[in-house]
């Protein structure tokens, strides 16, 4: 395909489809490198074998994913043209959005409850990374849910339409990016001690 090839708006949607896919990608070796450290630093004496990711990070996850489904369900609303079942869905996944960061917080207290601590000195490498990873992963999420405010505000002021929905779906793209990475994490921390 020629990428220089049809009107103006399909140039304008690839370009910016390609750019997010650039930041996208450049975020996920962001945290290929962190996990690479993840894994190399288990060899060190002072790592712990017996921590346990706390309950509320497997809620987060469940959150994230549901959310990830609803924001699949405002797209697919607003590009039927139902537009009050997509703004309840964008309503819906802000809401989750904000449960999810909650429950991180959550997991955080549960971890520190468990007298393991993310700096100080009674700090340890694993905790460490732990709330490196976390809490990167969440400065992404917060990035997010600015994309996602967007959305919702351009939705409410109806700048979506039949065919003119490339700010829906690119937010979208970036919000199903963030629940896939974010499984990922949680799958790597639960499952590489």
């Keep these: 395909m020629d990428l220089t090839q049809g009107t ?21 070796m962001m945290f290929a490198g962190l996990t690479s ?12 074998q017996d921590l346990v990711l706390p309950t509320a990070f497997f809620y987060s996850t469940l959150v994230i994913v549901l959310s990830s489904v609803t924001f699949h369900l405002a797209k697919k ?33 549960e971890i520190i409850a468990s007298k393991y ?35 919702i505000y351009n939705h409410f002021k109806q700048k979506y339409e ?8 690119l937010g979208a793209m970036f919000w199903h990016f ?3 990475l974010w499984v990922f994490l949680f799958l790597f921390l639960n499952f590489l001690r």
């Excluded at 103006?8 to 996920?28: D, G, P, T, V, Y």
């Excluded at 450290?37 to 712990?48: G, M, P």
């Design 178 to 180: 963030l629940d896939i």
């Design 117 to 151: 601590y993310f700096t100080g000195k009674q700090s340890t490498v694993t905790t460490s990374f732990i709330y490196i990873i976390t809490v990167t992963h969440l400065a992404h999420v917060a990035a997010g849910i600015i994309v996602l405010s967007v959305v």
């Design 8 to 28: 103006f708006q399909e140039k304008k949607s690839r370009s910016r489809k390609m750019m997010l896919w650039f930041a996208m990608i450049s975020m996920f």
């Design 162 to 169: 039949q065919g003119q929905t490339l700010g829906l779906e």
């Design 77 to 109: 609303a607003a590009q039927e043209e139902k537009h009050s079942n997509a703004g309840k869905f964008l309503l819906v996944t802000l809401v989750l959005a904000i449960v999810f960061v909650i429950l991180q917080f959550v997991g955080f207290n």
């Design 37 to 48: 450290a993840y894994i190399v630093s288990q060899e060190r004496k002072d790592w712990l």
